[in-house]
Every structure is written in structure tokens, then in C-alpha cells.
T-cell receptor
Framework: AQKITQTQPGMFVQEKEAVTLDCTYD???????LFWYKQPSSGEMIFLIY??????QNATEGRYSLNFQKARKSANLVISASQLGDSAMYFC?????????????FGTGTRLKVLA | EPEVTQTPSHQVTQMGQEVILRCVPI?????FYWYRQILGQKVEFLVS????????KSEIFDDQFSVERPDGSNFTLKIRSTKLEDSAMYFC???????????????FGDGTRLSIL
């Protein structure tokens, strides 16, 4: 069975600094996808970034980047130049493909607080 | 940008009552999902739906739960006889063809907060 682990329940970062949110995963599938979602206090789930297991380069999307270390089975989210609006819950998720379709397995999340 | 819409945003129901949560997925998407998030906990998969039938369901999705796509646009989750532990945020999500192996994410609605009294 696949598993996602986020070991940081909460993180603080000073505005304009970079922060890394950790995510490790466990799977026996050679083909998998890793996703990061942001959940503000309002509750919606916002897709941030994707990393495929066969991607040669680390994914980047604006201020978001993924530090993907396949051998260590980690896919850490890096947020550069933090902004107050980045304060939210962040979830790492893995795509699990089944015979019928696929689903996400989520980690427990990291609550990020950006300080002014 | 197209989005997944869920109604209502908040539903308060007496224990034992039936509740229907509604979702309108993105129009050209083919795969539909329901997830649940109990307050302060992680998001959990409930059920996936494709080609007008359930593709997979979790152990949470027992006989009290059902899903339906009654027309070409709506996707509903019904809980027949609600329990206190059904109180949670329920998210609907959808994805397009090819999303099983590609970078296409599941698109989530804003959720319905269900409170069982």
C-alpha cells in the first residue's frame, strides 16, 4: 500500500524568506505522481504543483518548486519569497492507480504561518 | 477557468436524517470523486466514479453512502441515515481523460461542511 508522510505539523517562516515543507512517500509502483495542494482557512483545495516519477527535472511553478529525491523517496515543496497569503495548510498527495481509476492518498498536512 | 462547484457550502442535519451533497464537475471531465476531511485531519478518499458506475470505494463508503450522476452535469453524494461521525468537510473532485498517468491534477470544489447534530 502506498503511504505519504508529512512530519511537520506546523511551520513558521518570515515574510520574503524561503521555506521547505517535507514529504516522504512509500510505494512499490515504478510509475507514480506526486501533487501538492494548498488549503487556506476558507477550506478549498488549490492545486500547486506536480512531479512525475519519470520526470528528469524537478518541477517548478512560479514561487513553488519541488525538491524531488527519488532515491530517498522524498518530494519536498519549496516556497520562495514567502508572502502573508501563503499562510495555509499544505498537503502532499500521491496518485494511486487502480484497476478502475485512480485516487489520491494524502498526507496529514503541514500548517504554514508566514510572519510579517 | 472552469471549476468544480459544490452546494450547499454548509449543511446542518439532525442525526438519522438523509442528506444529499451536490457537485457540478468540470464539464469535459470524465472521472469524479468524493473525499472527506474530518476537522483537523487529513483528506480521505471515499469513492471514484467513471462511466456511470463506481470504480472504487474505500472502507468508509459503507451501505449508508451512495453516489449518482442523475444527469449530464450533476454528481451527488447521499448519506441515508447520518451519524455524528459523518460530520466533516466533503470535497468533490473531477479529472479529465488521461489523468491516471499524467500531470493532470484532480480539481477540487470548495467543499460542503456537513454538521450532524
Amino acid at each position: 500500500a502506498q503511504k505519504i508522510t508529512q512530519t511537520q505539523p506546523g511551520m513558521f517562516v518570515q515574510e520574503k524568506e524561503a521555506v521547505t515543507l517535507d514529504c516522504t512517500y512509500d510505494t512499490s509502483d515504478p510509475s507514480y505522481g506526486l501533487f501538492w495542494y494548498k488549503q487556506p482557512s476558507s477550506g478549498e483545495m488549490i492545486f500547486l504543483i506536480y512531479q512525475g516519477s519519470y520526470d528528469q527535472q524537478n518541477a517548478t511553478e512560479g514561487r513553488y518548486s519541488l525538491n524531488f529525491q527519488k532515491a530517498r523517496k522524498s518530494a519536498n515543496l519549496v516556497i520562495s519569497a514567502s508572502q502573508l497569503g501563503d499562510s495555509a495548510m499544505y498537503f502532499c498527495a500521491m496518485r494511486e492507480v487502480t484497476s478502475g481509476t485512480y485516487k489520491y492518498i494524502f498526507g496529514t498536512g503541514t500548517r504554514l504561518k508566514v510572519l510579517a | 477557468e472552469p471549476e468544480v462547484t459544490q452546494t450547499p457550502s454548509h449543511q446542518v442535519t439532525q442525526m438519522g436524517q438523509e442528506v444529499i451533497l451536490r457537485c457540478v464537475p468540470i464539464s469535459n471531465h470524465l472521472y469524479f470523486y468524493w473525499y472527506r476531511q474530518i476537522l483537523g485531519q487529513k483528506v480521505e478518499f471515499l469513492v471514484s466514479f467513471y462511466n456511470n458506475e463506481i470504480s472504487e470505494k474505500s472502507e468508509i463508503f459503507d451501505d449508508q453512502f451512495s453516489v449518482e450522476r442523475p444527469d449530464g452535469s450533476n454528481f451527488t453524494l447521499k448519506i441515508r441515515s447520518t451519524k455524528l461521525e459523518d460530520s466533516a468537510m466533503y470535497f468533490c473532485a473531477s479529472s479529465g481523460q488521461g489523468a491516471r498517468y499524467s500531470n493532470q491534477p484532480q480539481h477540487f470544489g470548495d467543499g460542503t461542511r456537513l454538521s450532524i447534530l
